[in-house]
Structures are given as C-alpha cells and as structure tokens.
C-alpha cells in the first residue's frame, strides 16, 4: 500500500496548514498543565518542541506524549467547532472515502472479524468509538450482518454517518452513559483515536466501567516506537496537532491492565513505515537509513517492511483487550 493512496498529499497538506492556524486559535491561550507519562505515571523528559506543544519522552518506558497540556475542554471545542475538523470531516473524508474504503477499511473489517473470531466473539455488537464517516461500519455491517453503533462527537461526522441509516450516539466516550449502549454482548472498537486522547486513563476508565465481563476492545493507534516515528522524529508528520500520545507494545499493557482489562494482543501490523521513509527520506538524518532508502528497489522496501511488522517496530500499533 502507498501512502498517497490513502492521504494524497495536497489535501493532507491542506489539513495540516488549516491545523497549525487552529493549534494557535484553540490552543495557544490556554492554561497548560504538566501531565506525566500516560502509560506509567512517569514524569517524562523534554525532546522537541512542534506547532507551540511541548513534548516529552518517559525515561522509563519512551511513550512520547505532549505535556503541559492544555484543558480537555479547549479539545472538546476543537473537534466539534474547528475549521481542521471540519475540513476533516468534510473534504478529506469525502475525497478520500473510496480509495479508503478499499484499501484500509474493507481490510480492516477482515481482520477486525478475524480477530473477534479468534476470541469467541465474532457475534458481539460493534461499538465504533470516534467513527468518523462510518465506512467501516458500512463495510462491516456488509460483509457480517453484526449491527454497527457509531459514537461520534463531531456533528457534521455524526450527521453523514445517521443519512447512511447508522446508528449514532453523537457524543464523547468520555461522556456516554450506560443505558445510551446496546444491550448483549459487545466489541468495542476504535481506530486512530487514542493517539488523539486528553488522558487516555481517564478514556479507559470510562470505558472499563462501560464494559460487562466478556465484552471486547480493540483498537489501533501509532507506535512512538515505530520505525518512521523515531527515525523522522520531530519531522514526522505523524508528530502533528491534537497527537498527544505515542505509546508502544510494551507501555501499553500496564496501562490496559491497570484499569482491570486484560490484554490479549498487541502487535504492529502497519503497511506504510517504508514507503514514508522511502517519501521523507531527505528528513532523515540517520546516514545508513537516508543511505539504503535511496539506493533500495520496492521489492526490498516490501521485504524490510515484512520483517519490521515481525519485530513489533512498526508505527502502526494494534490491541486487543478483554473485559474480564
Ligand atoms: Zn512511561
């Protein structure tokens, strides 16, 4: 899979100049507070500065996380108020739906079904927290007859994903209560979101609480351990507005099983570490890496790509987590 596929260029680029003028409108009068490490608790150590936030690498277990941050209020409005988000929500969902569609959801519903089936619990309800425009909710619904139920906080999101007949309760995770959730055995699932949280303990413990012995967690978020993120480091573009929290394979099961979940599998499944080295390679100052990308065919990128999924390095992280 190539990056531009799925994120042409222009219209990312557009998102990310729109972001970096909301980072300043949003953000940038805001009280921050220190905010320790969001794996272990660790008081974390300054590495770079980008797009006016502060981030910060724990010493004991290299989660790479924003601190100070700003109050989970001034994100809240960010996301449902925010010309970025709703260039998001708009633009580059819309132009980017079908290509997506096929080349990452349709996947991704796969092996989302795979995964349940591997734990019993492949007729579960889905929950898709943070579901966007609910392709892969359409894409799941379709090919396995589960029924699908977005939470959405962004209106515009909430509002396409409600004309496609989905079900939608339009809030934060954060702030759903227990009555608003289908009843029976359930599969939460949650895809690019975490990295996005204010405090992903407080996210967990939500949703722990939500959870009845049985149900399910599955999600996907980045790797600050992976590959391009450490080796394009302050110059990844992963490393962008409202990115908060770079966890890894081994930070994250403290966490998870702190707030009485278990976890089941973690693994690094990416497909896109090489070709965004390979695309940004002029940014790496590594001299071996710049060196090989340069001179390697596709054929060995694809090679090295397989072997970096086998040693859990890529930046494309996903989890499995049961509620006991
Ligand atoms: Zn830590």
């Not at 009845?212 to 110059?235: A, H, K, N």
Request: hydrophobic residues 35%; aromatic residues 12%.
């Amino acid at each position: 899979m190539k990056e531009e596929e799925i994120r042409p260029r222009d219209v990312f680029d557009e998102y990310l100049r729109l972001a970096a003028l909301d980072a300043d409108l949003y953000f940038a009068h805001t009280v921050r507070q220190n905010f320790l490490c969001p794996a272990c608790g660790e008081q974390g150590a300054h590495s770079f500065d980008k797009h006016g936030f502060s981030y910060q690498e724990c010493p004991a277990c290299h989660t790479l996380f924003v601190s100070p941050r700003p109050p989970a209020e001034a994100f809240y409005r960010y996301y449902q108020e925010s010309d970025s988000a709703r260039f998001f929500a708009t633009t580059f969902y819309k132009e980017t739906a079908e290509p997506r569609r096929e080349k990452l959801w349709r996947p991704k519903a796969q092996l989302i079904n795979q995964m349940l089936r591997k734990h019993g619990a492949d007729r579960h309800t889905l929950l898709d927290i943070g579901g966007g425009y609910g392709i892969f909710a359409e894409e799941y619904q379709r090919l396995y007859g589960n029924k699908v139920t977005i939470i959405e906080p962004g209106p515009e999101l909430a509002h396409a994903c409600r004309q496609k007949g989905l079900t939608v309760i339009e809030d934060f995770l954060e702030k759903v209560q227990p009555e608003q959730l289908p009843i029976g055995p359930r599969a939460f699932v949650s895809f690019e979101l975490f990295e996005h949280l204010h405090d992903p303990r407080v996210f967990l413990k939500h949703l722990s609480a939500l959870m009845q012995s049985g149900d399910m967690f599955l999600f996907t978020t980045l790797s600050g351990t992976g590959i391009d993120i450490q080796l394009l480091w302050e110059e990844s573009k992963s490393i962008s507005l409202q990115h908060l929290n770079f966890l890894n394979p081994e930070s994250v099961c403290p966490l998870i099983e702190g707030m009485g979940l278990q976890v089941v599998d973690v693994r690094t499944p990416g497909k896109l570490d090489m070709d965004i080295l390979y695309n940004n390679r002029a940014r790496i100052k590594d001299r071996f890496w710049r060196s090989l990308l340069a001179r390697s065919t596709e054929q060995q990128r694809a090679e090295w790509q397989d072997f970096i999924v086998g040693q859990n390095l890529s930046s494309h992280m996903s989890v499995v987590c049961k509620c006991p």
